[in-house]
Every structure is written in C-alpha cells, then in structure tokens.
C-alpha cells in the first residue's frame, strides 16, 4: 500500500460509521411516529428501525373515541395494527410501556425502560396531553380524557351508571363527544369559556348553526363561562362554573391538547411562541437557532407555518401529523425531502351533519393582523330536482388586500371532497377573482348542482370585493 493511499484512509476513517446498518429511533407511536416508522423502512429497507411508547396501544386513532362512545364502533377497531404485526410485516420493533427519561444528543442516546437506546437518527413524534383545567377536582373519579384506547373504553363502561354528563370544551372532539353521550339518552351540558362553539377555526355564524343543531337534540351550553372546579368526595357530583353548580356524575375534559415538551427540552431543542417546536421544512428542530443534526420531529409537538401567511400555527390534526411522519421518517433514512405550509383543511361528523374547513377563520384572521372579506351562498348538495339531497352552507374568506382566498367553511353533507378542492386553492395563493376565472366542477345529478354553490360563494365575495375598490 502505498503512502499516499494509506494517508487517504487515515483521513477518511474518523467519517466512516462504526456499524453499517443505520439505527433509526422513533419516539412516540401514534399517526406521526408510525408513519415514520413505515417511511423509514421503505426508503432504507436495511435500516434497524426501533419504536419506543409509553403506551399500552399503538397505531390508534383518537379521532375516533366519539364513535366508540356512542357504540358504532368496538374500542378494539381504534387500533389498526399491533407490535408484533410491524415485527413480522415490516422488520420494525416497537417497545411498550417504556417512558423515555433521558435524550442524549452529544452521545446519541435515548433511555427508556432502564435501558439505552443508540441512534444515528432520531425521530421525535411524542405527540401531546389534554390540557387539564388548574382548578380543584381533576383527580376525582368519574372525570375523563378523551386521548387513548384506554380512555374510550373507561367512558363507554361508565355509562351504564350516568345520567348527568358535562363536557368540558366546546371544540370538534368535545361536540362529537355530546352528542355520542346525547344517543345514549343521557342529560348533556357543554361549558365552554369562550363565546361560541368550535371556537378559533370556525366563525361565529357556521359555529352558530352547529350549536343550534345540537340544541334541538337536547343538548344545552354554557357559554363564555370557565370551569371553576369539580366537585365530590371520591368521585365527581358536581361542577362549578361562573359561580353556577352543575349537578353531574359524569366529566369529560375535551379542552384541547398541549405539545408534550418533555423530550425537546431534554434535547435542548428551540420551543416556538405557540408551544410547540419550531421545525424547517425538512422537519428539523433547531437549538439555539441552528439546525439540530440527526433529529426529526413530526405530530403535535411540531408549530407549523401557515399557507395563509407563512406565520406560525398550530395542526393537530392526523392528516398533519401523517403528512409531517412521512417526510421526518424518509429523512432520518436518509432522504432530502421537505414539506408545505399548512391549510389545516377539516371536517367532523356529528350526527347527520357535517361540518369543516380549510385556511383561517375570521377571528384568527384578527390575530394575525389581517382584514378579511367574506362572501357566501346557500345551496344543495345534489341537483334540485333530485331526490336526497341536503342543504349546503359555504362561506369563503379573502384578504380585503390581496384579494387571495385565505379561508373556507362549510355545513352540509358529501363536504369533504370540496374541503380539499378548496385547501389546495387557498394554499396556491389564488384570488377569488382567479378562481372565479379558472375554476371547475364535476357535475352529475346525484352529486352536485350544476354550478357548484362554492362558485355562488365566490362571486357574492367577488362582488364584495370589487365594491370595497371604490
């Protein structure tokens, strides 16, 4: 060998990995760090890919704790898949009931269990908690969560024994929730601390229509009120809120779900003004505003961008949290992926009627600093003439400036293919007018109108607009 070559390998040596499978660890085992997991494996078959949870469940859907609730569904449909499907299936190992209590960066270690874990890259989708009212009572018996496997069935098996049921929290979760505990014949009061229902994503005129749904199945809300305690000896009998008692035997917490934080911080990683983790668009934190090497994070603990106007949002939803796993896992394998801003387009269920949306609402609109225009229309999710269809609400936002679409919201049936339609027209950045221009729809009788009431929205808004130029 000669010297010079010998001089080359020296060099390259310290570069060289010390293994040549690469060691992918994921933290967390719900949308975002399965997703991840799977991603890993497809992009680099060859990897070691290890899953590590506190959970007794992995590869389940919160979103659908409602339906168990009100029994369309077993609890055991939540879970699709379980440890030893992805051992055989997939070649991945996923450990249990293992709290992670230290993260080493500098050593590239995680420790769980009483034992450590070596990584060449990291993935961090630990997801969040319910946030738990600072008030007296919250460890009484008979108050529930709505998160896990475990919480669905706790709540189902006690409604054999309740009769009064107060929901905390008036967003998505905590109206599919009433109405769920509203089938099964029980007496049901929503407290919520702000001045209307979905608050923040819906505006308040769709949001009132929602509620007034809710109101004629004979579920009542206190509005603008915060929870001042929960009340009982061993278990729960009463809540307390705006100095009013509210008998109850039943307390669900549906008071939306903060970033758990307990990993970042232990990695050093820089927290965002929303608390959550900043991430660039290929799902790296940073610490100390520099990018952090060999780490992704993806799901709840994630502060996005928006698509509206790049600033800082929030989307917890699984559709994010499975867009954000897939580029987090093909990256810790290697890949060079990056991802959008977000429109955080969505949709719920309650009853027979369906509600969502895509970009921002008016109030978050306000927050941001942005005037907005607003146009809508009332139609027919089918032609008139034939028969089954429902009513069809659209109401479309636009900055009063731009004249770009930066929101949509809508009630009726068969919404979600138009949800989606619209989140990719306000993520392009088009103007009402250019929609107006450009746009299309399918049209077959059972379906749709002929002239989509997303068009009639748009040009009452158009109209709008074209009179505020004057």
């Not at 009998?237 to 917490?253: E, H, N, P, Q, W």
Request: charged share 20%; glycine share 12%; net charge neutral.
């Amino acid at each position: 060998m000669s010297g010079r070559l010998r001089e080359r390998l020296i060099c390259l040596a310290p570069i060289l990995p010390a293994h040549m499978t690469k060691r992918i660890v994921i933290i967390g085992s719900g949308a975002a760090g399965m997703t991840a997991a799977s991603e890993a494996k497809r992009f680099d078959p060859s990897a070691e890919v290890t899953v590590i949870t506190d959970d007794e469940h992995i590869a389940y859907s919160p979103c659908a704790i409602p339906w168990v609730i009100e029994g369309k569904m077993d609890r055991d449909r939540m879970v699709m898949h379980d440890p030893s499907f992805y051992a055989k299936e997939r070649n991945i190992t996923v450990i249990t009931r293992k709290k992670v209590t230290a993260a080493d960066h500098v050593r590239k270690t995680v420790t769980a269990g009483g034992m450590e874990y070596h990584y060449d890259a990291l993935v961090v989708a630990a997801g969040g908690y319910v946030f738990v009212p600072p008030v007296p009572g919250t460890d009484l018996k008979n108050l529930f969560r709505v998160r896990t496997v475990n919480d669905a069935a706790a709540i189902y098996d006690a409604l054999g024994k309740t009769k009064k049921a107060v929901v905390i929290g008036a967003g998505i979760i905590g109206l599919e929730t009433a109405y769920a505990l509203r089938k099964h014949g029980k007496d049901v009061t929503v407290v919520e601390m702000l001045g209307q229902v979905i608050p923040r994503i819906a505006d308040e005129d769709i949001a009132g229509h929602v509620q007034r749904y809710l109101e004629g199945l004979g579920v009542k809300f206190v509005l603008r009120t915060p929870l001042g305690s929960v009340d009982g000896e061993d278990k729960v009998t009463s809540i307390t809120a705006g100095g009013k008692r509210y008998v109850c035997d039943m307390v669900i917490l549906a008071t939306g779900v903060r970033a758990n934080l307990e990993i970042p911080k232990m990695l050093g990683l820089d927290i965002g003004e929303l608390g959550a983790v900043v991430v660039s668009p290929a799902m790296r934190p940073y610490r100390k505003g520099a990018l952090a090497d060999d780490i992704y994070l993806a799901g709840d603990i994630v502060q996005c961008s928006s698509a509206v106007n790049g600033r800082p949002t929030m989307s917890q939803l699984g559709s994010t949290a499975v867009r954000q796993g897939t580029i987090a896992g093909r990256n810790a394998a290697g890949a060079q992926q990056t991802i959008g801003p977000t429109v955080s387009p969505w949709i719920s269920v309650i009853g027979d009627m369906e509600v969502g949306g895509a970009g921002i609402s008016e109030g978050l609109a306000e927050w941001y600093g942005i005037k907005t225009v607003s146009g809508s229309s009332e139609g027919h999710t089918c032609a008139r003439y034939y028969p089954g269809g429902n009513e069809l609400r659209v109401k479309m936002l636009a900055n009063a400036s731009t004249q770009a679409m930066i929101g949509v919201q809508m009630i009726g049936s068969g919404i979600n293919g138009r949800i989606n339609w619209m989140a990719s027209v306000i993520s392009s950045g088009t103007t009402v007018g250019g929609f107006l221009h450009d746009g299309e729809n399918a049209y077959c009788p059972p379906t749709s109108m002929v002239r989509d009431p997303v068009f009639n929205a748009a040009d009452n808004l158009y109209e709008k607009l074209k009179k505020q130029a004057f």
